[in-house]
């Protein structure tokens, strides 16, 4: 009888010890190896019937090793078991994907290893297996991998850390779920809870909150779900009504706000917000669109309502980031050119840089669309950045100025003046551009804005006040910032033709600015009438549609 050969890889001394003394009655024979290189050559050289590994080891580690071993012709049929101390489902499904046959936790059940090991190996008698050993050994090598198979299906659908069912079982569930609600409770500054007392505390909350969501939602109504890390979900139910669900919502609500979890000596009282929807069609969906609306709006307790103003606004925001996202994808975001002239002398002399997204389909979209929304979404430095790669290259070799928006946090945005100061470095003729300061966003850091304004001026280049006569208009930014150019808002030049105090605030303007050398342009100019009054005032330049229109060419 030929008795099997098992070849141990494993660093560890006590490690391969144990695994002997748990098959000594077995009557294997064993080879060992104190490292990966060792083990491989070793099976190449021995063709052993098995091989029991770990996986965390010196040089050469389980994976690399199990991916060498499963590629070779001359060992790829030998059956490997892992045995290590990763206990983790994502280390085993990894394993398996390696080749690994089969696989078992430090520390290890003795029975589990030589069920595993007989079900790998089989029965070995004169080198033949009778028609019955084959019929058994292949019996159990089946029930070895349905329970494996059973645990990966059982990890795929639940939470490890709470028990309870994750959000791949929710969608599952919600597939079958008829006259169904779903509730969402995301506890509020958990990120500050894990900040301040560590991981280890952060869990333990967590199984706290699970367990009391539980026990104040209990009864086969209900079921409960974690689907990220401090969100949690519950079906329930034959619920329907919107007033049942909101009544039922108040008074999780009531008896949440009276509970103090004890967690590791630490008395813990959580803020949470819960959205929740009956729109079965897409359930999910609208119940985490109840909960962020929720939390954009402060409240405690929203139900989903596609009819209402709070959902259709959310909808609207999820349009334009979709629309951004597409743009910067199809470089279909097109600078906007819009001229300005020099009073004296008629002439074109500047071009203000104006972003658009145009379609595919040749729609045009203003800033007013998308900017402030791009700012929410993280989208706006490519935005930005791709305003500025265009209008250098389109100004390349044209004599006149442009000017770029920028709003202060830009100036001290790492990303954004970085890649400014890398444009200018390769740009001949600096001195032909311009970074118009929003004025009505406010400064809040003068000495960061500064140390932007004073680098882009050892180029040569030039600073505007932006919108100046609106939002939070301060003469002292023209002193501190050493600015340039002041462009006039629209609001006073709108009326200038009708309203005296208007043409008394941009005369000051003008004359103030004339003393300290500044040079001054007037937006908005939309009319002859508007366009004759801004030169009586001694505005130097003017911007508006009477001079012209913005456009994707100069």
Same mark, same amino acid.
Request: glycine share 6%.
């Given at each position: #009888?030929?008795?099997?050969?098992?070849?141990?890889?494993?660093?560890?001394?006590?490690?391969?010890?144990?695994?002997? @003394?748990?098959?000594?009655?077995?009557?294997?024979?064993?080879?060992?190896?104190?490292?990966?290189?060792?083990?491989?050559?070793?099976?190449?050289?021995?063709?052993?019937?098995?091989?029991? #590994?770990?996986?965390?080891?010196?040089?050469?580690?389980?994976?690399?090793?199990?991916?060498?071993?499963?590629?070779?012709?001359?060992?790829?049929?030998?059956?490997?078991?892992?045995?290590?101390?990763?206990?983790? #489902?994502?280390?085993?499904?990894?394993?398996?994907?390696?080749?690994?046959?089969?696989?078992?936790?430090?520390?290890?059940?003795?029975?589990?290893?030589?069920?595993?090991?007989?079900?790998?190996?089989?029965?070995?008698?004169?080198?033949?297996?009778?028609?019955?050993?084959?019929?058994?050994?292949?019996?159990?090598?089946?029930?070895?991998?349905?329970?494996?198979?059973?645990?990966?299906?059982?990890?795929?659908?639940?939470?490890?850390?709470?028990?309870?069912?994750?959000?791949?079982?929710?969608?599952?569930?919600?597939?079958?779920?008829?006259?169904?609600?779903?509730?969402?409770?995301?506890?509020?500054?958990?990120?500050?809870?894990?900040?301040?007392?560590?991981?280890?505390?952060?869990?333990?909350?967590?199984?706290?909150?699970?367990?009391?969501?539980?026990?104040?939602?209990?009864?086969?109504?209900?079921?409960?779900?974690?689907?990220?890390?401090?969100?949690?979900?519950?079906?329930?139910?034959?619920?329907?009504?919107?007033?049942?669900?909101?009544?039922?919502?108040?008074?999780?609500?009531?008896?949440?706000?009276?509970?103090?979890?004890?967690?590791?000596?630490?008395?813990?009282?959580?803020?949470?917000?819960?959205?929740?929807?009956?729109?079965?069609?897409?359930?999910? %969906?609208?119940?985490?669109?109840?909960?962020?609306?929720?939390?954009?709006?402060?409240?405690?307790?929203?139900?989903?309502?596609?009819?209402?103003?709070?959902?259709?606004?959310?909808?609207?925001?999820?349009?334009?980031?979709?629309?951004?996202?597409?743009?910067?994808?199809?470089?279909?975001?097109?600078?906007?050119?819009?001229?300005?002239?020099?009073?004296?002398?008629?002439?074109?002399?500047?071009?203000?840089?104006?972003?658009?997204?145009?379609?595919?389909?040749?729609?045009?979209?203003?800033?007013?669309?998308?900017?402030?929304?791009?700012?929410?979404?993280?989208?706006?430095?490519? %935005?930005?950045?791709?305003?500025?790669?265009?209008?250098f290259k389109k100004f390349k070799n044209s004599d006149c100025q442009f000017s770029i928006n920028l709003s202060a946090k830009d100036m001290i945005d790492s990303e954004i003046s970085e890649y400014i100061y890398d444009k200018l470095n390769s740009f001949k003729g600096c001195g032909r551009v311009i970074f118009e300061l929003l004025?009505?966003?406010?400064?809040?850091?003068? @000495?960061?804005?500064?140390?932007?304004?004073?680098?882009?001026?050892?180029?040569?280049?030039?600073?505007?006040?932006?919108?100046?006569? @609106?939002?939070?208009?301060?003469?002292?930014?023209?002193?501190?910032?050493?600015?340039?150019?002041?462009?006039?808002?629209?609001?006073?030049?709108?009326?200038?033709?009708?309203?005296?105090?208007?043409?008394? #605030?941009?005369?000051?303007?003008?004359?103030?600015?004339?003393?300290?050398?500044?040079?001054?342009?007037?937006?908005?100019?939309?009319?002859?009438?508007?366009?004759?009054?801004?030169?009586?005032?001694?505005?130097?330049? @003017?911007?508006?549609?009477?001079?012209?229109?913005?456009?994707?060419?100069?």
């Amino acid at each position: #009888m030929k008795e099997p050969l098992i070849l141990i890889i494993d660093d560890n001394f006590d490690s391969r010890l144990a695994v002997r @003394s748990a098959l000594r009655k077995k009557g294997y024979l064993f080879l060992e190896a104190q490292d990966a290189k060792e083990g491989i050559d070793m099976a190449i050289e021995h063709n052993p019937d098995l091989i029991i #590994m770990d996986i965390m080891m010196p040089q050469i580690n389980g994976y690399e090793a199990l991916r060498i071993i499963k590629g070779s012709d001359k060992t790829k049929h030998i059956p490997v078991l892992i045995v290590s101390a990763l206990s983790s #489902m994502n280390e085993k499904i990894v394993a398996l994907e390696y080749g690994a046959d089969g696989m078992l936790t430090k520390p290890f059940d003795r029975i589990h290893l030589a069920e595993q090991i007989e079900a790998l190996v089989g029965f070995y008698k004169n080198g033949l297996n009778t028609k019955a050993e084959i019929i058994e050994q292949k019996e159990r090598l089946d029930n070895v991998l349905h329970r494996q198979s059973e645990e990966l299906i059982r990890y795929y659908y639940t939470d490890a850390l709470t028990g309870l069912p994750n959000r791949s079982q929710l969608i599952k569930d919600i597939v079958n779920a008829v006259n169904s609600s779903l509730i969402l409770i995301d506890i509020d500054g958990f990120k500050d809870i894990v900040y301040f007392y560590g991981h280890e505390t952060g869990d333990l909350c967590l199984k706290s909150f699970a367990l009391k969501i539980k026990q104040l939602l209990k009864g086969d109504k209900y079921k409960h779900y974690r689907i990220s890390g401090d969100i949690f979900a519950v079906l329930v139910k034959e619920c329907s009504a919107a007033e049942e669900l909101n009544n039922l919502m108040r008074q999780f609500v009531y008896e949440m706000n009276r509970t103090n979890f004890l967690c590791e000596g630490h008395e813990m009282h959580f803020r949470f917000t819960v959205g929740a929807s009956m729109f079965e069609s897409e359930l999910l %969906i609208s119940a985490e669109k109840a909960l962020k609306t929720a939390k954009t709006a402060n409240k405690t307790i929203l139900l989903y309502d596609e009819k209402s103003e709070e959902f259709r606004f959310y909808e609207q925001n999820i349009f334009w980031v979709n629309k951004i996202i597409e743009a910067i994808s199809f470089d279909n975001i097109v600078p906007f050119y819009q001229p300005i002239i020099n009073n004296k002398t008629h002439k074109i002399e500047k071009y203000e840089c104006l972003v658009r997204i145009i379609e595919r389909d040749g729609t045009i979209y203003a800033p007013i669309k998308f900017l402030d929304i791009s700012k929410k979404s993280k989208h706006y430095a490519a %935005i930005t950045k791709n305003v500025i790669e265009k209008s250098f290259k389109k100004f390349k070799n044209s004599d006149c100025q442009f000017s770029i928006n920028l709003s202060a946090k830009d100036m001290i945005d790492s990303e954004i003046s970085e890649y400014i100061y890398d444009k200018l470095n390769s740009f001949k003729g600096c001195g032909r551009v311009i970074f118009e300061l929003l004025e009505s966003e406010g400064v809040e850091n003068y @000495s960061a804005v500064y140390a932007f304004i004073s680098k882009v001026k050892e180029y040569g280049c030039q600073i505007a006040i932006d919108d100046f006569g @609106s939002g939070y208009s301060n003469f002292i930014h023209l002193l501190r910032l050493k600015v340039d150019i002041i462009k006039i808002d629209g609001s006073l030049i709108r009326d200038l033709d009708i309203d005296e105090n208007a043409q008394i #605030m941009v005369q000051t303007i003008v004359d103030f600015a004339k003393k300290l050398g500044i040079l001054t342009v007037a937006e908005f100019v939309h009319s002859e009438s508007i366009s004759r009054i801004v030169k009586d005032l001694g505005v130097d330049y @003017s911007q508006g549609y009477f001079i012209g229109e913005p456009s994707n060419e100069i």
